[in-house]
Nanobody, 116 residues
Framework: QVQLVESGGGLVQAGGSLRLSCAAS????????MDWYRQAPGKQRELVATISSRGIPSRDTTNYADPVKGRFTIFRDNTKNMVYLQMNSLKPEDTAVYYC?????WGQGTQVTVSS
C-alpha cells in the first residue's frame, strides 16, 4: 500500500532552520508531483509548496505559497523516493503540522513549532 512518512519536525527558535523529509513507498514515485501542506491550530490545511515530476531533476518546476517564498525550498530525490522541504528564516507563524501529499495520499504529519 502507499505510504508517505514525514520526519524532521521539531522545536526551533525564530530565524532558525529545519529540513522536513518525506519517504514514499508503494507508488511509482518518479511520476508523481509531490506537495507539502500545513495546518495550524484552528486553521484550514493550506498548500505550502509543490514540485512537479518530469523525470529529469533540472526540469522539475516548483511553486510556493506567498508566505514562504524565498524562505522554503522543496526538492526531491527520485533515486531514494524522497521529497524534502528546507525551511529557513522560520517565523512563529510557520508553526503547524506539516503534511506530505501526493495524488490522494497523505502522510501522518510532523509538528513544527517556532518559538519567538
Amino acid at each position: 500500500q502507499v505510504q508517505l512518512v514525514e520526519s524532521g519536525g521539531g522545536l526551533v527558535q525564530a530565524g532558525g532552520s529545519l529540513r522536513l523529509s518525506c519517504a514514499a513507498s508503494g507508488i511509482i514515485f518518479s511520476i508523481h508531483a509531490m506537495d507539502w501542506y500545513r495546518q495550524a491550530p484552528g486553521k484550514q490545511r493550506e498548500l505550502v509548496a509543490t514540485i512537479s515530476s518530469r523525470g529529469i531533476p533540472s526540469r522539475d518546476t516548483t511553486n510556493y505559497a506567498d508566505p514562504v517564498k524565498g524562505r522554503f525550498t522543496i526538492f526531491r530525490d527520485n533515486t531514494k523516493n524522497m521529497v524534502y522541504l528546507q525551511m529557513n528564516s522560520l517565523k512563529p507563524e510557520d508553526t503547524a503540522v506539516y503534511y506530505c501529499h501526493s495524488s490522494v495520499y497523505w502522510g501522518q504529519g510532523t509538528q513544527v513549532t517556532v518559538s519567538s
